[in-house]
């Protein structure tokens, strides 16, 4: 089984719509969550992270972590052509290492003008 | 400021070739790390330098890959011989802090390999 799971998508929304992306994971001693963005060319970039459970907003980004679920979700409100990328999620259970970090597959979301 | 540069963006290689990866960091950053994405796979962990010293190298697939940061600035990649498994899209990433919490580990572009 995998440590994280994300559905590859491809995802197509309007210009406008709330985007939901979704990551499920097995691993209950993951505390650190991030989502990355990664263009097409380009090196993922980190969006946003948190620490544990709740909510995190950032403009129109919403990072929600569900830990009895073990789901993290990134929410996307009045979405962009420019948010068209792949989304990552990565999450570890430890601050300070890399071989505990464990991404998804990636989300492929298309905003159409 | 420049970001994280990779050299060559692209390399087609034959199976039992040598390939050398290029990583340079953002100036100043001290962690350095490597990770592979193989097509259709998630990214994985390959290695962590802090300066020129190998923190963490338990992410390397086998002994057929070297890293090297000498003088704890540009670090290379060496696949010897290359295998058609190790195709993908190798990621250098850096950071002033090894807590990626407190901060961002910057990504470079990667760079694509294919081994035929």
């Known amino acids: 089984q995998k440590e994280v799971e994300q559905d590859p998508g491809p995802l197509s929304v309007p210009e406008g719509a709330i985007v939901s992306l979704n990551c499920t994971y097995s691993n209950s001693a993951f505390q650190y969550f991030m989502w990355y963005r990664q263009y097409s060319r380009k090196g993922p970039e980190l969006l946003m992270y948190t620490y544990s459970s709740g909510n995190k907003e950032d403009g129109r980004f919403t990072a929600q972590v569900d830990k009895s679920s073990k789901y993290i979700s990134l929410f996307i409100r009045d979405s962009q052509p420019s948010d068209s990328a792949t989304y990552l999620c990565?999450?570890?259970?430890?601050?300070?290492?890399?071989?505990?970090?464990?991404f998804g597959t990636g989300t492929s979301l298309t905003v159409i003008p | 400021e420049a970001g994280v540069t990779q050299f060559p963006s692209h390399s087609v290689i034959e199976k039992g070739q040598t390939v050398t990866l290029r990583c340079d960091p953002i100036s100043g950053h001290d962690n350095l790390y490597w990770y592979r994405r193989v097509m259709g796979k998630e990214i994985k962990f390959l290695l962590h330098?802090?300066?020129?010293?190998?923190?963490?190298e338990s992410g390397m697939p086998n002994n057929r890959f070297l890293a090297e940061r000498t003088g704890g600035t540009y670090s290379t990649l060496k696949v010897q011989p290359a295998e058609l498994e190790d195709s993908g899209v190798y990621f250098c990433?850096?950071?002033?802090?090894?807590?990626?919490?407190?901060?961002?580990?910057?990504f470079g572009p990667g760079t694509r390999l294919l081994v035929l």
């Open positions: 990565a999450m570890s259970a430890q601050e300070n290492t890399g071989n505990q970090f464990y």
């Open positions: 990433a850096s950071s002033q802090s090894a807590s990626f919490y407190q901060e961002t580990q910057y």
């Open positions: 330098f802090v300066k020129e010293s190998k923190q963490d």
